[in-house]
C-alpha cells in the first residue's frame, strides 16, 4: 500500500527565509503527488501537483516542488517566506491501480509551519 | 473559494446520536470523497462516490454510511455517535475518474463534529 512521511513534525522559519518541507513517499510505480495547505479553522487548499513530465513543478503563492524518483521524494520549497505562509503543509499521493482503492488520496502527517517576523 | 460546500460548519451532539453531513460537489465534478481529520488518526479516507455509486471504501466504521444523490450531492451519516468519532469531516471532489484529474481533488472547508 502507498504511504506518504513528513519527517518534521513542526518547522519554524523566519520571514524572508527560504523553505523546505520534506516528503517521502512509498509506492511501487509513478505515483501522482501533491501538496496541500491547511489555514486554522480552514479546508485544504491544493497548492501544487505531480501528474508526470518535468520534475520540478510550480504551483499557487510562490511554492515549487521538485519529484526525485530516486529517493522517493517530493520536497516544498519557497524561496522568501511571508507571515502569511503561516500553516500546515500535507503532502499527499494517490495511487492508480491499487485493488479497492478507488481515487483516494494518501496523506503525510503533515508539518506545521511558523513564521517569525 | 473551493467551489465545495458543506454543511453545517459545527455540530455538537451527545454520545448515541446520529448526525448527517452533507456535501456539494464543484459544478461539474462527478466524483466525492469523504475524509476525516483527527488529531491521533490525522487525515482518513473514508468513502468515494462516482456518479451515485460507491467506488471506493477505506477506513469506514461501520456505523458510518454514506450516499450521492442524483444531483451528485452527498450525504455521510454517521450514527451511535462515541467521543472517538469527534473529528473534521471534509468533503472533496473531483472531474472524474480519469487518472490524474481523478486524483486532483478539491476540498470544502470541513464539517467539525464534537461529540460529548
Known amino acids: 500500500a502507498q504511504s506518504v512521511t513528513q519527517p518534521d513534525i513542526h518547522i519554524t522559519v523566519s520571514e524572508g527565509a527560504s523553505l523546505e518541507l520534506r516528503c517521502n513517499y512509498s509506492?511501487?510505480?509513478?505515483?501522482?503527488l501533491f501538496w496541500y495547505v491547511q489555514s486554522p479553522g480552514q479546508g485544504l487548499q491544493l497548492l501544487l501537483k505531480y501528474f508526470s513530465g518535468d520534475t520540478l513543478v510550480q504551483g499557487i503563492k510562490g511554492f515549487e516542488a521538485e519529484f526525485k524518483r530516486s529517493q522517493s521524494s517530493f520536497n516544498l520549497r519557497k524561496p522568501s517566506v511571508h507571515w502569511s505562509d503561516a500553516a500546515e503543509y500535507f503532502c499527499?499521493?494517490?495511487?492508480?491501480?491499487?485493488?479497492?482503492?478507488?481515487?483516494?488520496?494518501?496523506f503525510g502527517t503533515g508539518t506545521q509551519l511558523k513564521v517569525e517576523l | 473559494d473551493s467551489g465545495v460546500t458543506q454543511t453545517p460548519k459545527h455540530l455538537i451532539t451527545a454520545t448515541g446520536q446520529r448526525v448527517t453531513l452533507r456535501c456539494s460537489p464543484r459544478?461539474?465534478?462527478?466524483?466525492v470523497y469523504w475524509y476525516q481529520q483527527s488529531l491521533d488518526q490525522g487525515l482518513q479516507f473514508l468513502i468515494q462516490y462516482y456518479n451515485g455509486e460507491e467506488r471506493a471504501k477505506g477506513n469506514i466504521l461501520e456505523r458510518f454510511s454514506a450516499q450521492q444523490f442524483p444531483d451528485l450531492h452527498s450525504e455521510l451519516n454517521l450514527s451511535s455517535l462515541e467521543l472517538g468519532d469527534s473529528a473534521l469531516y471534509f468533503c472533496?471532489?473531483?472531474?472524474?475518474?480519469?487518472?490524474?484529474?481523478?486524483?486532483?481533488?478539491?476540498f470544502g472547508p470541513g464539517t467539525r463534529l464534537t461529540v460529548l
Open positions: 459544478s461539474g465534478d462527478l466524483s
Open positions: 499527499a499521493v494517490g495511487a492508480i491501480g491499487v485493488t479497492g482503492g478507488g481515487n483516494k488520496l494518501t
Open positions: 472533496a471532489s473531483s472531474v472524474d475518474l480519469l487518472a490524474g484529474r481523478a486524483f486532483e481533488q478539491f
Open positions: 509506492y511501487g510505480a509513478t505515483p501522482y
